[in-house]
């Protein structure tokens, strides 16, 4: 894709779910602009990645509910759930990395991903290679 606005990478490693669902808020918005967008996801906010709901593990969300009362508000109130702004990345070109490291700081060598996000394993030096010049970083 051709396109004169700069890139968007988001750097995402806080497992809090408010966090999380704003980081991909953000990067379906970009991709939806046509903004080249990279989510690089580490630290506790892997959860998001984990198939068979593993994104309920998240940490509370800023108000102190769980993952699934906050899921369910958003539902309730016609805001864009995680679960579809996760469904939301692949079609939209979002190109979302999973940090190495940091499966392996949680325990997880080989974990089983959720089939609707096509993630890539890869580590710091790849996310800066992967963003190009000019592009904004932004970290959640």
């Known amino acids: ?3 004169t606005q700069p890139g968007l990478s988001i750097v ?4 809090g779910f ?4 704003y980081a991909l808020v953000m990067a379906t ?9 990279l989510l690089f996801v580490t630290g506790r906010a892997l959860r998001l990645l984990l198939a068979d709901d593993g ?7 800023d108000d102190g509910s769980t993952a699934i009362e906050r899921e369910r508000r958003f539902a309730e109130t016609n805001v864009a759930t995680l679960a579809e702004l ?3 990345l692949d079609p939209l070109g979002v190109r979302v990395m999973a940090c190495e490291m940091g499966w392996r700081v ?8 959720r089939p609707d996000v096509t993630v ?5 030096v790849t996310l800066l290679q992967a963003t190009p010049p000019g592009a904004h970083l932004i970290h959640l």
């Open 1 to 3: 894709m051709t396109t």
């Open 12 to 15: 995402l490693h806080s497992g």
């Open 18 to 21: 408010d966090r999380v669902h």
């Open 29 to 37: 918005a970009a991709a939806a602009i046509g903004r080249p967008t």
């Open 55 to 61: 994104w309920t593990g998240l940490d509370p969300a």
């Open 86 to 88: 996760a469904e939301s």
């Open 106 to 113: 949680l325990g997880l060598d080989k974990p089983a991903l």
């Open 120 to 124: 890539e394993t890869a580590g710091v």
